[in-house]
């Protein structure tokens, strides 16, 4: 039997651009991205500290070192720029490969969004 586990985790960063007329997803820095194991086009669910909100889409690659947190399309309207957000993302293991697996968790600093 699978189960689906935590695989990824980027805890709080700041969104910097919410752009409602962009085709969708979410832009991250690409350094986030590297650090927490997440690639482009992989499926997240982001968590809105301030608003409660919760959503699905998918990872667009943004400039490395930049800081970029960009909701983009229909997921604009879940989160205003300023607002904090946790990125996840989940994988589909094995039950006794999941009890011994340790997901990539990372901790930016909420102020640059850069990894400390």
Known sequence: MNIEVVKSKIHKVTVTEANLHYVGSITIDQDLMDASNIIENEKVQIVNLNNGE??????????RGAGEICLNGPAARKATVGDVIIIISYGSLD?????SFKPCLIFPDTATNKLI
């Open 54 to 63: 919760r959503l699905e889409t998918y990872v667009i690659k943004g400039k």
């Open 95 to 99: 039950f006794e490969e999941a009890k």
